[in-house]
C-alpha cells in the first residue's frame, strides 16, 4: 500500500485531488492510502515518518508548504514531496528540501498521473522497507535493512540498530509477517535476525556486530541453509 498525505487549504482543490486519486487507483489497480490535511501545521502535528508522498499546497493559512517541508525534512529524509501551486516560481525552491516534483494549479488530470508515475517508479526502484516504531522516544520511522535483529520478552519488544536500541509493546508475530518479503529469520523464539547483518557463525549462533545470537537447535540447520541462499543471491 502508497501511502498519500494530501495538506491543501481549499476545499475544492482537495475534492479534485481525492478525485484524482480515485481515478488513477482504478486504473492501474495501485493499493492508495490518503489522508487530508488543511493546513501544514496539522499534517506536522500528527506526523511521524507514516506516509510515503506528500502532496503539499505551498500557500496556506497557518504554516505554509515550504516552511512545513523543512520541518518534515528534520524528522524524515525518505517521504517524497510534491508541491501545489499557481506560482512555479516559487516551487523551484522546493528543490532545497529535496521536492521530488510541482504540480501546477489549475490542476489537470493528465500532469497529476505522469507525476505520480514518476513517482512510484522511483519508490519501486529505491525498494526500501520501513516500520513505524513507538518508543519510549516517540515514534521513530526505521528502514528495515538497517534493523540488525528484533528481540522479544513476554510483551517487549526490543528493535536493534547501530545506532542504538528502540524499546516498544508488541509481538513477534506481527513484526515478522511486516518483514516476511525480507531477508529476516527466527532463529529462536525471542529473536529474529536480519542475515544481511549477520557477521559470522560462532558454536553454531550468530555473530552480530559484538552481540552473539543464540540458534535454538532445531534452527541450526534452517539457519545456515537460509544465510547460504542469501549470500548466493546477494553474490550472484
Not at 94 to 102: C, K, M, Q, R
Not at 107 to 120: D, E, K, P, V, W
Amino acid at each position: 500500500m502508497i501511502r498519500i498525505a494530501i495538506a491543501e487549504d481549499t476545499a475544492l482543490f482537495q475534492k479534485q485531488l481525492k478525485q484524482f486519486l480515485a481515478q488513477y487507483k482504478k486504473e492501474t489497480g495501485c493499493d492508495l492510502s490518503v489522508s487530508m490535511y488543511s493546513d501544514g501545521s496539522d499534517l506536522l502535528e500528527s506526523y511521524h515518518g507514516q506516509y510515503d508522498i506528500i502532496l503539499m499546497d505551498i500557500e496556506m493559512p497557518n504554516m505554509d508548504g515550504m516552511t512545513a517541508a523543512k520541518k518534515i525534512r528534520e524528522i524524515d529524509e525518505e517521504t517524497v514531496i510534491v508541491f501545489i501551486t499557481n506560482m512555479p516560481q516559487f516551487a523551484i525552491e522546493g528543490y532545497s528540501v529535496g521536492a521530488l516534483d510541482y504540480i501546477l494549479k489549475p490542476l489537470s488530470y493528465y500532469a497529476f498521473s505522469q507525476c505520480l508515475n514518476r513517482i512510484l517508479k522511483r519508490l519501486k526502484r529505491s525498494n526500501k522497507t520501513y516500520l513505524f516504531v513507538n518508543g519510549s522516544q516517540g515514534s521513530r520511522k526505521i528502514d528495515a535493512s538497517e534493523l540488525l535483529y528484533v528481540e522479544v520478552h513476554g510483551h517487549t519488544l526490543i528493535y536493534h540498530m547501530r545506532d542504538g536500541d528502540i524499546t516498544t509493546i508488541g509481538a513477534m508475530r506481527e513484526v515478522e509477517d511486516s518483514l516476511k518479503d525480507l531477508p529476516f529469520f527466527r532463529c529462536n523464539k525471542g529473536d529474529l535476525v536480519n542475515l544481511a547483518h549477520v557477521d559470522g557463525i560462532k558454536d553454531g549462533d550468530a555473530v552480530i556486530g559484538n552481540q552473539i545470537v543464540p540458534v535454538s537447535r532445531a534452527k541450526k540447520k534452517l539457519f545456515l541453509d537460509a544465510l547460504n541462499q542469501y549470500i548466493n543471491e546477494v553474490g550472484s
